[in-house]
């Protein structure tokens, strides 16, 4: 736990030196088994997703933990760094995208935290279509002081609201874990990246997929979800914000009119967001203009809605630099205060 945090970078990304590092972690004999690597992709990007000069020379970009602290702590960047590695995705077999994450995991806890562990944190993987297996990843890992939240592929079976995922949620939220929801495409099955089929162009794709968050969400608020689990927090960890507004506005006014189908829902839809949701920022959202950017930041209420992260080690890698010409308070909320009320763990009484 930390004395004092300035800034908190909510979504850095691991991996594995080599595509396969994490099978010494997995069980057999599904260790034995082949499943997807790191680089496969439904949609490929026309250029490289990370940066190679983030790569030791025997790994894999972001696969080195004493680079990567140098690059966002050393450098003064953040305080704190939560990390969030991805897994496979959505995988056909359902017990080889569970032991992925147990491996994954156990990974995260053996290699990467207990190089410092004062200032990274983990993110507890879990397969959300098996529930059972989830809840009990959860329970294994949420004492250990350094993880600070539960993952979840953004790809899924069913809206996030439905009444299968609601253990693991439950369980969570026991524990005070967040739920962190991040685009996971590496090898996985995918469904249509649109509700009405495949776009062609990688451009089409990129734009449109973050609409799949608003989905879960409004899941999430229709199900009542939220109005039951009080203390459940979602974090959408790949960016977005910029699309919510435009369509919870949407449902508020459907609400409005149909509030005799979800009785259940007692409060307007937007009133949830405050208490249940966060967003990771994500640098290629908002306006282009610097100059721009404070307002935009105060039209999407980052000042409670927002977390900063670097999205290590994109290409697309932020710099906590974005947001100094937000309002002061808005700047010191975006870059560690909405995480450090959010992450128990990262502070200590009197912290920030």
């Known amino acids: 736990m930390l004395s004092k945090i300035e800034t908190i970078d909510a979504a850095a990304h691991p991996f594995p030196r080599d595509q396969e590092d994490i099978r010494k972690y997995m069980r057999a004999p599904l260790s034995h088994l082949r499943f997807p690597g790191l680089d496969g992709y439904f949609y490929p990007p026309p250029a490289d997703e990370y940066r190679a000069d983030l790569a030791p020379a025997d790994g894999l970009p972001g696969s080195d933990p004493e680079m990567m602290s140098h690059q966002l702590l050393s450098d003064g960047k953040a305080d704190a760094v939560i990390l969030l590695p991805l897994t496979r995705g959505l995988l056909p077999d359902i017990d080889m995208a569970t032991e992925v994450c147990l491996g994954t995991n156990k990974w995260l806890a053996e290699e990467w935290l207990p190089h410092d562990p004062q200032h990274l944190f ?143 829902v007692k409060r307007t839809p937007v009133d949830y967001l405050r208490d249940h949701v966060r967003f990771c920022s994500q640098r290629l959202e908002g306006p282009l203009d610097a100059a721009e950017r404070p307002q935009w930041l105060e039209s999407v209420d980052a000042e409670h809605l927002l977390m900063y992260s670097s999205n290590y080690p994109s290409v697309s890698i932020q710099d906590p630099g974005a947001f100094e010409d937000a309002a002061p308070l808005l700047r010191e909320r975006v870059l560690s205060r909405n995480a450090m009320e959010l992450y128990s763990k990262l502070s200590t009484p009197g912290s920030g």
Do not use: K
């Open 122 to 264: 983990g993110s507890i993987r879990i397969n959300p279509a098996d529930p059972d297996r989830a809840i009990e990843e959860i329970e294994r890992w949420a004492p250990h002081p350094q993880m600070v939240q539960v993952a979840v592929p953004l790809q899924a079976h069913q809206p996030y609201g439905q009444r299968r995922f609601r253990p693991i949620w439950e369980c969570a939220a026991h524990h005070g874990l967040p739920i962190a929801v991040h685009a996971d495409s590496l090898g996985g099955n995918e469904y249509w990246p649109t509700s009405v089929g495949y776009p062609i162009y990688y451009i089409e794709y990129a734009a449109q997929y973050p609409v799949n968050y608003i989905v879960h969400l409004m899941s999430l608020i229709a199900e009542g979800v939220f109005e039951d689990i009080d203390n459940l927090v979602f974090v959408f960890a790949d960016g977005g914000i910029d699309m919510l507004f435009p369509l919870i506005w949407r449902l508020d006014s459907d609400w409005r009119a149909l509030r005799s189908v979800t009785p259940w």
